[in-house]
């Protein structure tokens, strides 16, 4: 098939190599016709996904959306969550009509709604679907075996688009519950960060796994009251995309926590990571998102004083461990 990637970040670059590996047509769009241009001449993306060659396969370059979404009879948005309503607008201007895969993790920031539903309201003629799953850019580009699942309403259209990505390297589940798929993905990245700052406060093991597990309830606790299944937070997009963010040095999320809680400004963490960590405005959406549907999540809440209001991460940490007792079986 000929198939559009819409960005050229590390997750773009490593999806448009494997597609060229499932032998399909692929053309790769980038923001700027510069990093258009330095791809097509190095063969390597060596900002984002270094050491990573292009090989033989005859990827196309643009710089031009519209050129993209003439070339593609699908369109895969790979699109930093910040950037997805331009780029739903545009579009929805030029491809309304052609199956969209958005494999972005976010949720969008003028509406708080989840990135599919920007581009369902954008791209109405569209059949939206959302690829997630713990896969770092940098092991999928390597062949490195990963797993992820496709989400879509229309599930024949699921089982198409599994075809279209599965791979030796790439094992690909369907799955109906698209809101629970992209909650799992957005809102791990908060407790990525959150991890992180625990690693550079000097903090061990135990308060990972605390963090994890409740903040795992927490995304659990908004993404059910929000429409999804509680069960598809107990697979690949949930637990599994928690663990591979919480424990990588791939997350750019963990890296940012990591220098916040060493002392560093929010400023300066994200100049030294020199990537989007997506964690941050995931925070914030949910830290909005909890408030306005009533929804308790206290670790969201650090998570945003610490970002937002410049609280002490320490101090937010011992908040959290002297909170009111509770029965476990009040909380699952």
């Not at 990637?5 to 769009?29: D, M, R």
């Not at 003439?70 to 009509?97: H, M, Q, W, Y």
């Not at 997630?132 to 989400?151: D, K, L």
């Amino acid at each position: 098939m000929k198939i559009s990637v819409i960005g050229s970040g590390g997750w773009g670059t490593a999806i448009a190599l494997l597609l060229c590996k499932n032998k399909h047509e692929v053309c790769l769009w980038s923001y700027k016709k510069e990093e258009s241009e330095n791809l097509k001449r190095d063969r390597e993306n060596k900002e984002f996904l270094p050491g990573v060659a292009f090989g033989d396969y005859d990827m196309k370059f643009t710089s031009d959306i519209e050129e993209a979404a003439a070339f593609g009879e699908i369109i895969v948005s790979a699109v930093p969550s910040k950037a997805v309503p331009t780029t739903a607008r545009a579009l929805g201007k030029c491809a309304n009509g052609k199956t969209l895969v958005n494999i972005s993790k976010g949720i969008d920031e003028e509406t708080l709604e989840r990135l599919s539903q920007t581009f369902e309201r954008e791209m109405p003629d569209s059949v939206i679907a959302v690829l997630s799953g713990p896969s770092h850019a940098e092991e999928v580009a390597r062949g490195i075996p990963t797993t992820n699942v496709i989400a879509c309403k229309d599930m024949e259209i699921a089982k198409k688009l599994q075809d279209v990505f599965m791979a030796p390297s790439f094992r690909v589940y369907t799955n109906d519950d698209i809101a629970g798929v992209e909650f799992g993905g957005a809102l791990k990245n908060v407790i990525a960060l959150c991890a992180g700052v625990t690693d550079g406060l000097g903090f061990g093991d135990n308060t990972k796994a605390a963090l994890m597990t409740r903040g795992l309830h927490e995304i659990a606790r908004l993404g059910v009251h929000l429409g999804a299944k509680k069960e598809t937070f107990a697979g690949l997009t949930g637990v599994g995309d928690l663990i591979v963010t919480c424990t990588s040095m791939h997350s750019r999320n963990r890296r940012a926590g990591i220098l916040i809680g060493q002392g560093k400004t929010l400023s300066e963490a994200l100049d030294e990571v020199h990537m989007t960590v997506e964690g941050v405005c995931a925070t914030e959406a949910a830290y909005k998102l909890a408030q306005k549907h009533g929804i308790e999540m206290p670790i969201v809440t650090a998570a945003y004083r610490v970002l937002f209001e410049n609280a002490d991460p320490r101090s937010e940490v011992i908040s959290l461990m002297t909170r009111d007792k509770k029965s476990e079986a009040d909380i699952l």
